[in-house]
């Protein structure tokens, strides 16, 4: 199918959920990384909880450059360029992200006794102190649309579907 052929037909019910998930996916990520880089040495302090990182350079390096990858790659999103390379950077982020955040809740699950349900912290996702069977999910659903973004084929509502 040519290019014109693409922008002349219908738009179908797909087109319009892949910008939803589009728009949603980057809308969130901007504003996520924008609260997390206003506020860089709380999220640092977070950074530092999860104790992957040990060296200063490390930690600051995160903190300082994580938050703006994420405005960066919302902001592509949203402006429908290099939309495939983005979603799969945001998979590529948020499985291990979802993996830490539940090695976290199961390390207070097994310090403090209560139902893993109802254990609450400051992840470090920018939306402050969050249930985390609710974070869970919700990253779960952020990984299934950045895959839907991922294979999703048409690229009429974009302004540059990949970088080639």
Request: charged share 15%; glycine share 8%; proline share 3%.
């Amino acid at each position: 199918m040519t290019a014109d052929a693409v922008a002349s037909a219908p738009l179908r019910a797909s087109d319009l959920l892949a910008l939803l998930a589009r728009y949603s996916l980057g809308a969130l990520f901007i504003y996520m990384g924008l609260s997390k880089a206003l506020h860089s040495v709380e999220f640092l302090k977070l950074v530092r909880q999860y104790d992957v990182l040990h060296h200063p350079f490390g930690l600051n390096l995160v903190a300082s450059a994580l938050p703006w990858f994420e405005v960066f790659c919302g902001l592509l999103l949203v402006l429908g360029i290099a939309v495939r390379g983005t979603a799969v950077m945001l998979v590529t982020m948020l499985v291990p992200f979802t993996v830490l955040v539940l090695l976290r809740a199961l390390d207070i699950y097994k310090a403090g006794g209560q139902p893993f349900c109802s254990i609450k912290f400051d992840c470090g996702c920018g939306a402050g102190e969050v249930l985390i069977c609710r974070k869970l999910a919700e990253n779960l659903l952020l990984a299934g649309l950045s895959v839907g973004l991922v294979f999703w084929r048409r690229n009429r509502l974009c302004l540059r579907y990949g970088l080639v």
